[in-house]
C-alpha cells in the first residue's frame, strides 16, 4: 500500500510539474491555463463591482490597444488579454491569472510618457506568463486569489472583513522578491520587442521611489503596499534594460511623451465625485446627495462600496455605506435585525432624527476579525430610498475614548442641496508649460490654487522634488474641475 501510495504522489507531482512559458524552468503547477482564464473571468467581475471602470472610452481603448500590443510580444499571446484602467486614486497596477490586468487612474498622472505605461502593463503581463499568480494562487489553495474584495461592512454578508489590515477591504496579491524582479526583466523585454523604449521602467521605479520617499502621496491599496521598494529595483532593472536596447530592432524606440500627454489630459485627479469624494475632513457624495464629516487628521478610503476612516495609529474606525431596506419592515426592525444577523448584541438603542432625517442609533457589542471583542456606535439613517448603515467601531478597552468621536461624526451625516450637489467637481490633470522662473511652489499656488503640492507636482514631472522645471518644459497640472 506504501509503494501504490508513493506511485500515486510520484504521478501526481510529474503531472503537476510544468515549463514555465516565461523563464523555460520546471516548476510546480496545480492549476491549468484553462482554470486561469476561469479563476480570471470570475474575478474581474468582482474587481469591476468594487472599484469601477474609468469612463472614458477613449482611453480606455488605449490603454488596451498598448496592452494587447505588449501581450502580443509575450510567451502567452493567445491568452484572451484585457486591459482595464479602474477608476481608483491609488497608485498601483496589478494582475489576475489568465491575462487581466488592471491600472488605477491614480498611476496615469505619475507616468509621464506611453513607455513607462508600456512597462507598467509588461510587468503586469509578466506575472501572468510567469504564472505567478497561479502559483499563489495554488499556495493558498484557493483562498479567494488573492484579490480579496468585499465589503468592510454588509451586514448581511460580511462583518466589518478585516479592518485592522486594510482601509478599503482591496488587498492585492504580494508576490515574493524575486517574482517582482522578474516581472520587472520580463516587463522590459515585452516593451523593447513591442517597440517602446525599456528604459521607460527605470523611470517609472524611480518615480515611484520618489513617491515611497516623500510618502506624499497615499491610497489604499499602493503600489508600495504591494510591490517591493522601487529605489532596490531601479539597480537590479539595470542590467535588463541594457540587454533589451543592445538587442532592439529600431535604433529609435518609442516613447511617444506627447501622445501620452495628450491622452491624459483631463483625467479626474484624486477622488471621483461620482463615488464621493472627500474635501478637508467631509465627505461628499454627488449621485447620493449626501455628505458626512469625519474627524480632522483620520484617514478617509472610498471604494465602490463604502467609505472607512481611520485614527492614524489606533484601531478605532468609522464606517459608512448604503443597505438594502426591505419593503414594510421598520427602521428599527432593519437596524437590530441586520446587525444580529451579522453576530452583534445590542445593549441599547432608540429612535432618534439626525438632521431631519429618520434614524435608529444603538449600541452593539460583538467580534470582528483582527481587532477582537469590539464596541460599536451605529446609526441607520433613512434617507431618499436608502437606509444608510454610519458606525463607529473600536476595540472594547478604547471605545469610550472614541466615543465621543463616533457621536460627533455620525450626527453630521445630512442631504445635501442641488445647489451643493452642482458645486462638487472633481481635480483634473491640465497642461502647463513652464516659464521663466516658474517653482514647483508657484505653479501650485498660482496655477493649481494650492490643490496639490509643489513635491507632488515634482514627482508627477519626473523630477526629484528638489529639481526647479525647466523653461519651455510642458507640464502637467492639478487644477479644479
Known amino acids: ?143 479567494e486569489l488573492g484579490v480579496l474584495l468585499g465589503s468592510i461592512f454588509v451586514p448581511e454578508v460580511r462583518p466589518f472583513g478585516s479592518l485592522a489590515e486594510s482601509g478599503l477591504g482591496v488587498l492585492m496579491l504580494k508576490y515574493s522578491r524575486d517574482d517582482e524582479l522578474q516581472a520587472d526583466s520580463l516587463g522590459v523585454r515585452y516593451a523593447s520587442r513591442a517597440g517602446w523604449d525599456p528604459s521607460g521602467m527605470t523611470r517609472m521605479l524611480t518615480t515611484l521611489a520618489r513617491i515611497e520617499e516623500s510618502s506624499d502621496d497615499k491610497g489604499v491599496p499602493n503600489w508600495m503596499a504591494t510591490h517591493p521598494a522601487s529605489e532596490a529595483r531601479v539597480e537590479h532593472v539595470a542590467s535588463a534594460v541594457e540587454r533589451a536596447e543592445g538587442n532592439q530592432a529600431t ?102 432624527a439626525i438632521n431631519g432625517l429618520d434614524a435608529f442609533v444603538g449600541e452593539y457589542q460583538g467580534s470582528v476579525q483582527d481587532l477582537g471583542r469590539v464596541r460599536i456606535r451605529a446609526a441607520h439613517i433613512a434617507y431618499d430610498g436608502r437606509v444608510y448603515f454610519a458606525a463607529g467601531v473600536a476595540p472594547i478597552d478604547i471605545f469610550d475614548r472614541m466615543d465621543p468621536a463616533f457621536w460627533q461624526s455620525l450626527r453630521t451625516f445630512r442631504p445635501l442641496s442641488r445647489a451643493e450637489v452642482e458645486a462638487i467637481r472633481p481635480n483634473r490633470i491640465s497642461l502647463y508649460v513652464a516659464r521663466a522662473g516658474d517653482t514647483w511652489q508657484s505653479i501650485a499656488e498660482r496655477e493649481g490654487r494650492g490643490l496639490t503640492k509643489a513635491s507632488t507636482l515634482a514627482i508627477m514631472n519626473g523630477h526629484a522634488v528638489t529639481d526647479q522645471p525647466r523653461p519651455g518644459e510642458r507640464l502637467k497640472i492639478v487644477v479644479a474641475g
Request: aromatic residues 6%; neutral net charge.
Open 1 to 143: 500500500m506504501r509503494v501504490l501510495i508513493l506511485t500515486i504522489v510520484i504521478a501526481v507531482t510529474a503531472a503537476a510539474c510544468a515549463t514555465n512559458p516565461a523563464t523555460g524552468q520546471r516548476q510546480l503547477s496545480l492549476m491549468s491555463e484553462d482554470q486561469e482564464i476561469s479563476i480570471g473571468r470570475q474575478q474581474d467581475a468582482e474587481v469591476r463591482r468594487e472599484m469601477g471602470v474609468y469612463g472614458d472610452r477613449a482611453l480606455q481603448q488605449y490603454v488596451s490597444d498598448i496592452g494587447l500590443r505588449l501581450a502580443s510580444a509575450s510567451e502567452r499571446p493567445n491568452l484572451p488579454w484585457q486591459f482595464t484602467l479602474v477608476d481608483v486614486a491609488a497608485i498601483n497596477a496589478f494582475a489576475l491569472p489568465g491575462g487581466y490586468i488592471y491600472v488605477t487612474r491614480g498611476i496615469m498622472p505619475f507616468l509621464t510618457d506611453e513607455a513607462q505605461l508600456a512597462c507598467v502593463l509588461g510587468h503586469e503581463i509578466g506575472h501572468v506568463t510567469a504564472r505567478h499568480a497561479a502559483q499563489q494562487y495554488s499556495k493558498s489553495t484557493g483562498a
Open 251 to 352: 535604433s529609435e524606440p518609442r516613447e511617444n511623451r506627447d501622445e501620452y500627454l495628450r491622452r491624459i489630459d483631463g483625467i479626474v485627479f484624486g477622488d471621483n465625485p461620482d463615488q464621493g469624494i472627500t474635501r478637508g475632513s467631509t465627505f461628499l457624495h454627488r449621485g447620493l446627495r449626501f455628505a458626512i464629516d469625519f474627524p480632522s487628521e483620520w484617514d478617509v478610503s472610498n471604494s465602490q462600496t463604502q467609505v472607512v476612516a481611520k485614527r492614524p495609529g489606533v484601531n478605532a474606525f468609522l464606517v459608512l455605506q448604503p443597505m438594502r431596506q426591505a419593503p414594510g419592515r421598520t427602521l428599527e426592525n432593519v437596524a437590530l435585525g441586520s446587525m444580529e444577523r451579522a453576530g452583534f448584541r445590542v445593549t441599547n438603542g432608540q429612535r432618534t
